[in-house]
């Protein structure tokens, strides 16, 4: 673990225990504490800052946000960067009618279409993620470049759809031939796949997408499920 990282851990881990309430300390002390230099503890700060665990007070420095201390926060190699910093690239755009999943994911007719989009992520220019994601015609009629290399979650919005909540999972994979040479990386080299299923709040499914991921990484900081625990312990 980087220096920085560390550091950005253990302040998360002082602000949960409530050894840090309020203010944070100010950038000499943090370095002193933690035997790192100044520019460590301010690229750990701007860390801490973008993923919206503290905020900025001018001329009195670092505090943490009060909505934060009581919720889960959850935060990766991608919602750590601003969207000033993310950019998309179009890989390609096609519509089809729906096949027997897409009705399933969906719930739409067999004579619907789908939009299918495959595309690029980039973080400061850099490509780090392959994205393929199908999203439902009737919802959204319009698809285009413009569309496609910008935020689709943003795009949804102005169309005055209400986002509720999404469905995420994991799979660690080997990268393919054809997906290093999109990604630019080696074949066969491990990378994460990560699923999304997201919702409206009708409770209509918006959006499906497969993302593969070359350097991923995520924390999370969420409440002890004992219900869970208690049920898990149950079973033979």
């Known amino acids: 673990m980087k220096k920085f990282e560390f550091v950005v851990q253990d302040l998360l881990s002082k602000i949960y225990q409530g050894v840090i309430t309020d203010k944070l300390p100010a950038e000499r002390e943090l370095a002193e504490n933690y035997s ?4 460590t503890v301010r690229k ?8 919206g665990a503290v905020f900025v007070r001018q001329g009195a420095g670092h505090f943490v946000k009060d909505s934060n201390r009581n919720n889960p926060l959850v935060y990766n190699s991608i919602t750590e960067n601003s969207f000033e910093e993310i950019s998309y690239k179009k890989v390609s755009l096609h519509k ?6 897409d009705k ?3 719930l739409i007719d067999e004579n619907d279409y789908i939009w299918c989009i495959k595309r690029l992520r ?3 220019g850099k490509v780090v993620q392959l994205e393929s994601t199908k999203l439902p015609v009737k919802l959204f009629p319009k698809m285009n470049d413009e569309i496609i ?3 689709l979650q943003n795009h949804t919005l102005d169309l005055g759809l209400q986002i509720d909540r ?9 990268i393919s031939k054809e997906e290093a040479e999109l990604l630019g990386c080696k074949k066969g080299i491990a990378a994460m796949k990560i699923t999304n299923r997201g919702f409206l709040s009708t409770g209509e499914v918006f959006i499906v997408s497969e993302v593969i991921d070359i350097d991923y990484q995520c924390t999370y900081v969420i409440p002890f499920n004992s219900e869970n625990i208690k049920f898990r312990g149950k079973k033979e």
């Open 166 to 174: 999404y469905l995420t999972s994991y799979k660690a994979i080997n």
């Open 96 to 101: 089809k009618i729906t096949d027997s999943h």
């Open 104 to 106: 399933n994911s969906f």
């Open 122 to 124: 980039l973080v400061n």
């Open 44 to 51: 750990a700060l701007n860390k801490l800052e973008a993923i």
């Open 36 to 39: 790192v230099s100044r520019f």
């Open 149 to 151: 290399e910008s935020s």
